[in-house]
């Protein structure tokens, strides 16, 4: 089972395993990325998609950083903006019951 957190030394290591170039990827947006990321686990079942797979977890992660290397800087902001929103409307369930 994977640690609930990554930490900086497994993070170091896993960015020398993917070779990902630190002057143009930030590394922490790397490690909050990592963390990130561990939603896709076994945290949800519905929404495992890793099964706590560190490397996989990399994956996902590395997907997103080659959109944009700042990506998950805008998805903090994103996060904020919505828990600002349902703070004020009712987060509606999405699935059918």
């Known amino acids: 089972m994977m640690e609930n957190k990554i930490t900086k030394a497994k993070a170091i290591k896993l960015g020398q395993l993917f070779k990902i170039n630190f002057k143009i990827v ?4 790397f490690l ?4 990130v990321e561990l939603e896709h686990g076994k945290i949800n079942k519905r929404t495992n998609v890793s ?6 977890t990399t994956k996902i992660a590395l997907a997103h950083l080659e959109e944009d290397p700042r990506y998950y ?3 903090k902001k994103m996060e904020m ?3 600002k929103y349902y703070k004020m409307h009712k987060k509606p369930n999405i699935y059918i019951h």
């Open 81 to 83: 903006q919505s828990e």
């Open 51 to 56: 099964n706590n797979n560190l490397l996989i």
């Open 32 to 35: 909050f990325g990592l963390n």
């Open 26 to 29: 930030p590394f922490k947006e």
């Open 73 to 75: 800087y805008h998805l």
